[in-house]
């Protein structure tokens, strides 16, 4: 078992399909262990994407992630990590491949629906980000 976090990004809580998104994950046997909705500061935007603060797309990158609300789960199932990369699709929704969830909801690769832990050690670190121990059950 393992266990993953997910962002449902701005773009596609304005589109409404938090719900659709969400069945993606369960119908594939991932289970929401943890959910909440929150609008990020860009403080707090700027420290979950630290690792990307030298890249060129960073301040962009923040901006969207706190242009609304987002929705935060942690994901639970075997091999999550990886399931939730494959279900997620490409960065790119370009490159994503048809059935994805950035295929079918994203509009750009700034604003591409949903963000996934990339490792299990990342995952870790983002769930202790977003989540306390007891919020997990
Ligand atoms: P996410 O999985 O949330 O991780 C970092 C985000 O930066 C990524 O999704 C994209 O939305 C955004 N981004 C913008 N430009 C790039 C790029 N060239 N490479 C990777 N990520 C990018």
Known sequence: MEQTLSIIKPDAVKKNVIGKIIDRFESAGLRIV???????????????????????FFNDLVKFMVSGSVVAMVLEGENAVMKNRDLMGATNPKEAKPGTIRADFAESIDANAVHGSDSL?????????????????
């Open 121 to 137: 050690e990342n995952a870790k670190i983002e769930i202790e980000f977003f989540f306390s121990k007891r919020e997990i059950c």
């Open 34 to 56: 943890a959910i909440k909705k929150i609008h990020l500061s860009e403080c707090e935007a700027k420290a979950f994407y630290n690792v990307h603060k030298d890249r060129p």
